[in-house]
């Protein structure tokens, strides 16, 4: 807790600041501050006193300047020497005295130490403020300082959506409210399609933990990656043609000459502005009086909504922290409008406490003060008043804020109040206090111009500087054939988004992350191939990619791929640029005379090949491959061959049967003939051994007797050898029919083999042939407009 000597308490007799000085405690600004004084009043000479004494406690400001005051902060000069005056004294002033600069500059110098002597102020005070802090002098749209990139602002916050969601839709609603008013939108958070588009695709985009910025954002306006808003679907809630209205009024101001410098420079990161990478506490005055009223507000409405969701994120503390200055409220509280700002100030004053950040609000007109909405603030410091109504609206504000219950004795107190003498009241219960400020360090030479701040920021530190090696090259521009938004492409087009994990997304130069989404032609073709003499009627379809439509429609691009529904996504990535094709895309005539060409293509140069066997009159079927093909004429050319096989077997079958049945009567007869031959045999040889033994042993014979026994047997002998004539025969006869019969089996198979070679012959016989279809049988069924990422 530091105590923050702001000056000297009045005298009461003599109403002149005495010797005691006026501290208040760090802590007190948690619950925040007001200083209301009439111009010439010096409450911005107060304002910078307070944020001195802060800085030199080690806790950083982030001061908002709108009148360009607050700049006077860099210019304080340990030295004392009217060398260091002179660049900053106003001529007109030094004029006027009718003294040179040199003159004024050395008046202005002694005025100075004199006014810190008597504040018991020295040299080594001042070096000690300029060593406490870091200064730095940042200018939104411009680089007279260091550049704020306020494009930039919408990446996501770290803080969880589940615990933090109504904070981090307050600051959605502020960026798109301001946001709105820079195209000229005045637009309700509740009821403007605008507005409901917008923060939906903001927080759609900061839930899935994806940075934005304007450019990807007005992409997403014409292509949104989201199909409903509520319930209806989204180009039912806002119109297609609408979106893109919307869109060009945005890259209206993205695409201004002048709005370049608000991508550049520093990033509103309340941590990176409020302290240096190691650590010092730094004076972060964001310059505002180079812009409009309606760019004011957006520059403040971001900035401080940053700070609200960066100080939900810290842990909780008593002491301050942060403390965030305004140097002139006026138009962003006011009593009965809501303006984009006003939402995270109050948010300031109301959660700021819990987590040591105070705000103090500083402004000449009392009466344009939400003074019910000020009831969270602790510290009032009121300095002269221009007019009764402004008086009594300060003193109502006293009487709700800070709990003042003698209203006539501030009425009076406040009404005597000099130059430099401001009334405290504090809610913590503490008497008021009447004080006259001690006199700042900084030369308070009045409001700075863009020159002069840039003058005096020209060899400072910019926390956003690269490192010399890098500084030297150029930041690469933007291509000039990219754009972030989505070109308008024909009604009735589907336009899809490749994911680039298809399978065959690498054939067309597909890249995971790709930074350029490039135009392409996705169509799908049905053919018909139909051939009476061939007997096929075959219907298939495909798909083709064609392009890049970066040149135009190139036929010569075509390349085959499998896709389907499963590949293509309705929503575009988060991030990405544009390539615009110089394919006229927005014209219907262009897909149409696509779709033509296309199928002229097809019926010029597709063909269906297939396999002909003009012997067997046999073609292939699509899909059946050579081996299938000759498989199936094989088989035709065996049926074939089979069936003259089977004419010649009618035919030598009868021949047959009547071959082998006499071959078996030969063989019967042989049998026949052989069997009596032997019976012959056997009885010859017994009767006639028996008749010629007998006859000559039995001794009773005669010699004619034995004689005509013999000549019996010879007789006997004489059978015998004509039954084996007979055999010899009947062999003969049956060996001539086996012949004939292998003769005719010889012939059997001569002539088969002769069919099968004839036949095998024929069944190679196979050319291949060409079927085209028919300018009828060609049909584009599909074009999608594919846009696909690439490296």
Known sequence: ??????????????????????????????????????????????????IEEALLAGIPCLVLDPKGDMGNLLLSFPDLDAASFRPWVNED?????????????????????????????????????????DFAVYTPGSKAGIPLNVVGSLRAPELPWDSEAETLREEIEGTVTSLLGLVGIAADPLSSREHVLLSNLIENAWRAGQDLDLGALIGQVVTPPIRKLGVFEIDAFFAPADRTELAMKLNALVASPSFAAWGA?????????????????RCAIVYLAHL?????????????SKLVTWMRGQPGTSDLRVLAY????????????VPPAKKPILTIFKQGRAFGVGMVLSTQNPVDLDYKAMSNAGTWLVGR?????????????LRSAAGATDVETLDVRVGALQKRQFLLVSAKGSAPALFGTRWAM??????????QIETLTEGLPRPDAEPAQAAAAPAPEPAADESAVAPTVADDVPVRFLDPAAPWAAQVGAASGGSRLQAFLAARVSLRYDDAKAALDHAEEWEALYGPLDGGLDLDSETHVDYDDRDFRAEPPSTGGYVLPQAEIGEASFFRDASRRIQQRQVDGQALEIQRNPSLKLYSRPGETPEQFARRCDEAAQMEADRETAKIRDRLEARRDRLENALETSRRRVEEAEASARSHQTTELLAGAGSILGALLGGRRSTRSIAN?????????????????????????????????????????????????????AAADVDTISIRAEAADVRVTQLTLLWVPTA
């Open 93 to 133: 002033d030094a004029r006027s005295e009718g003294l040179s600069l040199d003159e004024y500059a050395q008046r202005t110098a002694t005025i100075w130490r004199e006014g810190l002597d008597a504040s018991g102020i020295g040299p080594d005070r001042i070096r000690a403020l300029r060593e406490a802090a």
């Open 385 to 397: 008043l221009q007019t009764e109504r402004d008086k009594a609206r300060v003193l109502e504000g």
């Open 1 to 50: 807790m530091a105590s923050l000597h702001l000056g000297f308490r009045l005298d009461p007799k003599t109403g002149k600041p005495g010797p005691d000085r006026l501290v208040v405690d760090s802590g007190d600004l948690t619950t925040h501050g007001v200083i209301v004084g009439m111009t010439g009043s010096g409450k911005t000479g107060l304002g910078v006193v307070l």
């Open 442 to 451: 900084s030369y308070l030479r009045g409001p700075l111009t863009k020159d």
């Open 326 to 337: 305004m140097d002139e409220v006026f138009g962003f509280v006011p009593p009965t409008a």
């Open 709 to 761: 026994s013999v000549g019996t047997a010879a007789s006997r002998r004489g059978v015998s050898a004509r039954a084996a004539e007979r055999k010899r025969t009947a062999e003969a006869k049956a060996q001539q029919k086996e012949d004939e019969l292998a003769d005719l089996e010889q012939e059997l198979l001569d002539e088969v083999a002769e069919i099968d070679a004839r036949w095998q012959e």
């Open 292 to 304: 409009s009223d309606p760019e004011r507000q957006f520059v403040v409405t971001l900035l401080l």
């Open 265 to 281: 420079g520093q990033s509103l990161d309340p941590a990176t502005l409020l302290r240096t990478p190691e650590g010092k506490p």
